[in-house]
């Protein structure tokens, strides 16, 4: 059997999906990937969701499986493998962000950090905030009832279906991982709201994204996921 190193459920993600300018990605590309370009340019996501029963290898540590993470996401393609690779991932806790970084290098950071969920008969409303540079950043989504299956050529399938995960090792190397999960219902879009300064979360290249709208919303149900290390 092949060794799971993270399992947890990935529930109610919020995808606001931007076309982004090469350079400001290109200094973030793994090596021996390439962009994975829609319609001929490149795409951002921001990214919120909540993880929840969350074990790494197994083992379920107190305080640190139920937690919201909120990332800056872009899309590769390596040898046929279309994937993602991150700019920043946020989360609540010091401790998972360090372990994160030091050990994966993966550009993890910590700060405050809520999620928000309601849900009634007819809606889902999901609301996630980052407290950075002294200010809230939040997304926030409300969906209708019942989700459904997008088509695979459309939009929605396009940003958030992908099984792989690439970034770069200390030493320059790629580094590949694998994410397991049956595909994600979505529900119809009804409201959605950002306040984010860009340039405090993610360095001033970035401040040229504000006040940019979103080319589309996705709002997926999640499910179960498991992630593989490759080499």
Sequence with gaps: MRRKFLTAHWR??????????????????????DF??????????????QFLNTRVGGIGWPGFRHFPEWNLRFYVVHRGQRGVCFVREWVPQWTVATIARVVY??????????????????????????????????????????????????CEHWF???????????????????????????????????????????????QRMNGIAPASVVFAVGSAVSVYPKG
């Design 160 to 206: 958030k279906e992908h099984s792989w995960g690439f970034g770069t090792s200390r030493g320059g190397r790629l580094i590949r991982y694998q994410v397991e999960h049956p595909l994600w219902a979505v529900y119809p879009l009804r409201d959605f709201t950002m306040d984010v300064d860009w340039g405090q979360l993610y360095g001033p290249a970035w």
């Design 105 to 154: 290098n993966e550009p993890y950071r910590a700060a405050p950090m809520t999620m928000d969920v309601r849900e009634t008969p007819d809606t889902v409303t999901a609301t996630y905030r980052v407290r950075w540079g002294r200010r809230n950043h939040t997304l926030r989504a409300v969906g209708s009832r019942p989700a459904f299956y997008p088509s695979s050529d459309s």
């Design 12 to 33: 109610h993600l919020l995808l606001a999906n931007f076309v982004v300018p090469e350079e400001l990605l290109r200094p973030y590309l793994p090596p021996d990937t």
């Design 36 to 49: 994975d370009r829609r319609e001929g340019v490149c795409w951002a996501s921001l990214v919120a969701f």
